[in-house]
């Protein structure tokens, strides 16, 4: 059951000077304004680096596909295109991944290069190597730098690192000393070309949940700003309970404003009547999707892993796992204003009028709870079904991550 102490003196003081502050309609309108922003917030990654490096393996491991899915990029391909590639992310259509140009060719100019492919376009750059990084590599990173945008360094193919040492080594073969000596070795190469204190993700893009990949997200997470990073980490794959935790955490970080957006609406006059109930049971449906436990998601895992749909199916225990109807809505909102006295006297004593505003027997700490709720328990439903996916592959370890920023109410840039 969730745990409304998690409501915090912050988020009460600034309902408190929001709701008091404004006169109804406008507060709504603020918070669905604000609530649209994390919605609607884009994401452009540009995947560049030399033909062959993985760029197009890479971008589809980030949106959590294989090589011969139906929207995958196409691998193993020799470039001919000067033209990037867009892909959108499956479930996050803002979340796109550009498929960049080659760049290994000897003539390569990264400012025309950068000029070509619309360099104002992204948010920042993937710089990726399968080998040691060549000058190339490093005048695109100055470049990029120069005008003023972000980049990252990724050794790719390091499965195929470790798979020839082992075979070479045999018994003398150590993991940890094979990828020490390629971090080295790229450092070094790098900072000898003029890169100070250079950064270099390891990943394998067969291999997501071992070596850096999961780094590499939770370093790009952290640099983004706060709409961007919601959506960013919304788009993480659920392989990892983590990675469930830190969706658990983007959602939850915004809960009282989707709450407040919604029960306001409902005491609104006009068409507004009942969108409460409405608003909840949209919330409520994309939190099954956020954490894998809809239909449609469980239906992809099951093909995709071969396990059957009705074993996944059944790892979803929680009364807001099911098909979502206006009714059961209404009956899981109204389980879920019981028992909530003392924090409508909480809100009442410090925001009057905001824990009786009722609606139909609704009220914000009913849909606070009820929200609440649903994200704790979808997140440990989503958590069953990719363990059961996954089984041995399924990564349990929670490395906490700072929750979110949350950018208050005073900031409507
Ligand atoms: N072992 C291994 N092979 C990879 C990895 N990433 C890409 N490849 C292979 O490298 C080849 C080139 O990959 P691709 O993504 O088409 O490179 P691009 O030309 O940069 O887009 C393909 O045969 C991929 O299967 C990886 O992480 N590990
Ligand atoms: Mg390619």
Redesign the pocket.
């Known amino acids: 059951m969730a745990n409304l102490q998690t409501l915090s003196e912050r988020e009460v003081q600034e309902m408190s000077s929001l709701v008091q502050s404004n006169v109804m309609s406008e507060v709504v309108a603020q918070l669905q304004g604000l609530l649209d922003k994390f919605r609607t917030a884009t994401l452009d990654i540009a995947v560049t680096?030399?033909?062959?490096?993985?760029?197009?393996?890479?971008i589809n491991a980030f949106r959590g596909l294989g090589?011969e899915e139906a929207e995958s990029?196409?691998?193993?391909?020799?470039?001919t295109t000067k033209q990037a590639s867009v892909y959108p992310h499956p479930s996050y259509p803002t979340v796109r991944l550009w498929?960049l140009p080659?760049i290994g060719t000897p003539d390569f100019h990264p400012q025309l290069y950068l000029e070509k492919v619309n360099l104002e376009r992204y948010d920042f750059f993937i710089i990726?190597t399968?080998e040691r990084f060549k000058e190339n590599h490093v005048l695109l990173a100055q470049s990029i730098k120069s005008m003023g945008k972000k980049f990252y360094f990724v050794r790719?193919?390091?499965?195929?690192d470790i798979n020839c040492c082992m075979l070479r080594r045999g018994n003398n073969f150590s993991e940890a000393d094979v990828l020490q000596k390629i971090r080295d070795d790229c450092v070094n190469c790098l900072e000898e070309a003029g890169v100070g204190r250079p950064k270099v993700f390891l990943?394998?893009?067969?291999e997501v949940h071992k070596f850096d990949f999961a780094k590499l997200q939770e370093t790009l997470a952290s640099e983004l700003d706060s709409h961007k990073r919601h959506v960013f980490l919304l788009a993480l794959p659920s392989f990892s309970s983590s990675y469930i935790e830190k969706k658990k955490q983007a959602l939850s970080s915004i809960v009282w404003k989707t709450a407040l957006s919604a029960c306001l609406a409902a005491v609104l006059p006009g068409p507004l009547v009942n969108c409460n109930i409405q608003t909840l049971m949209e919330t409520l449906t994309s939190y099954q999707q956020h954490f894998g436990v809809d239909h449609n998601s469980l239906f992809k895992l099951s093909t995709k892993t071969g396990r059957s749909y009705q074993e996944l199916r059944s790892q979803v225990t929680s009364s807001y796992g099911v098909e979502l109807s206006y009714q059961r809505v209404e009956e899981l909102l109204k389980q879920a204003a019981v028992g909530q006295r003392w924090l409508v006297g909480m809100l009442e004593g410090r925001i009057p009028f905001l824990g009786n505003i009722v609606n139909g027997g609704v009220s914000f700490v009913a849909s606070y709870y009820l929200l609440k709720s649903a994200i704790d328990e979808l997140a440990e439903d989503g958590k069953r079904v990719m363990k059961a996916a996954l089984q041995d592959e399924y990564d349990t370890t929670e490395t906490t991550m700072d929750e979110p920023e949350d950018p208050g109410f005073f900031y409507f840039d």
């Open positions: 680096g030399e033909s062959g490096s993985g760029k197009s393996t890479f090589d990029a196409p691998t193993g391909v020799t470039e498929d080659g990726i399968s790719s193919k390091i499965d195929s990943i394998s893009c067969f």
